[in-house]
């Protein structure tokens, strides 16, 4: 990736890095106004990976334990180093949602 880059209106970066003063958050109104398009009400962003079920049974199973998402808008989330696989146990529709899309 190249250098991070940024400007009041557009930031790029590493997740990891721009989050490691912040607990692992990358966007919300905790984070100070002069960081830019970082500091938003408008949402709250943190590294990881969030699993939201739409319909279905889906389970997934985590480095440190397993959950079977049941009830529609059941989640699971989880942040870097957690090893995961999933399976759909009936057809499922989920909302998966990545951040970063790669470490490298």
Do not use: C
């Amino acid at each position: 990736m190249p250098d991070a880059a940024m400007s009041a209106r557009w930031r790029s970066g590493n997740a990891a890095d721009d989050g490691n003063n912040t607990r692992g958050w990358l966007l919300g109104h905790f984070i100070d106004p002069a960081e830019g398009v970082l500091s938003t009400r408008d949402v709250e962003v943190k590294w990881g990976v969030l699993v939201l079920l739409v319909q279905g049974i889906f389970r997934i199973s985590l480095t440190e334990g397993s959950i079977a998402l049941r009830r529609q808008g059941d989640y699971a989330l989880w942040g870097p180093g957690i090893g995961h696989s999933w399976e759909a146990v009936t057809d499922s529709v989920v909302v998966t949602v990545r951040w970063p899309s790669s470490l490298s």
